[in-house]
């Protein structure tokens, strides 16, 4: 199971790569994982070869190595600090570097959302900047994302969301992802993912609980005729 954690943290030390380790190490202790297997990305290391991303038209060396380890993550934990209600643009320009190099770069890809500030008031960025962000990248978001202002540290309850975060990361990782699942055709012609049983994924290993067949649209009745065989006589 291979961890990227992508902190945008700026000072040292970082409460933003504080937060991002912490989400790794029960990440890491839900899955039984090797701890050797969790990399950290500080973005502030490579803040340069962002920039001249844009102006070169190709990453750098180190940028690129970043960007391969972010393409082949298993699961991604993403931490930023709050910058005027939203991500800062550090984070946001590392992510669309990125995503023009690799428009399929985080397909599939179980993404972990968190946030740092100096207010709970802020807490509403995971849901209206950062869950966008990566749904437009097409990334699978965790539900439960982790902010944690600076009341939070040391106080009840970061841990609990600390924990179910990563739980809930582990679940999406533990089976194998959809973007690298086999392609089978179905009886009715459609292509699903078969996972390692050879059922479609949200099917027991019997297959005993199909997903519901969508409806092929082939043969509609129209609205016209539907209406008249409720009229009186019809």
Do not use: C
């Not at 700026?10 to 504080?18: C, I, Y």
């Not at 309850?157 to 990361?169: F, N, T, V």
């Not at 990782?173 to 973007?179: D, L, M, N, Y």
């Not at 997903?211 to 649209?217: A, G, H, I, M, T």
């Amino acid at each position: 199971m291979r961890i990227v954690v992508v902190s945008a943290g700026l000072s040292v030390p970082s409460s933003t790569r504080l937060l991002g380790d912490r989400l790794a190490s029960a990440a890491v202790a839900a899955a039984g994982a090797d701890p050797a297997d969790v990399r950290v990305i500080e973005l502030r290391d490579l803040a340069v070869e962002i920039a001249h991303t844009f102006t070169n038209g190709f990453p750098g060396p180190a940028l690129s190595d970043a960007f391969d380890a972010v393409g082949g993550a298993d699961a991604l934990i993403v931490v930023t600090p709050v910058f005027s209600a939203s991500y800062s643009g550090l984070f946001k320009s590392f992510f669309d570097a990125l995503s023009s190099t690799d428009t399929e770069a985080l397909t599939g890809t179980p993404v972990l959302i968190a946030a740092t500030g100096g207010s709970a008031r802020h807490s509403l960025v995971l849901d209206h900047a950062l869950r966008p962000l990566f749904s437009y990248l097409r990334a699978v978001v965790v539900p439960t994302g982790v902010y944690a202002a600076s009341e939070d540290w040391g106080a009840e309850g970061l841990d609990a969301r600390i924990g179910r975060a990563a739980g809930e990361l582990v679940a999406l990782t533990a089976g194998t992802s959809a973007r690298s699942l086999p392609r089978q055709a179905a009886p009715d012609g459609a292509v699903r993912a078969v996972n390692g049983s050879g059922a479609a994924p949200g099917r027991g290993a019997s297959g005993s609980a199909p997903l519901p067949r969508k409806d092929s649209f082939e043969n509609v009745t129209p609205f016209e005729e539907r209406l008249a065989a409720l009229r009186p006589g019809g």
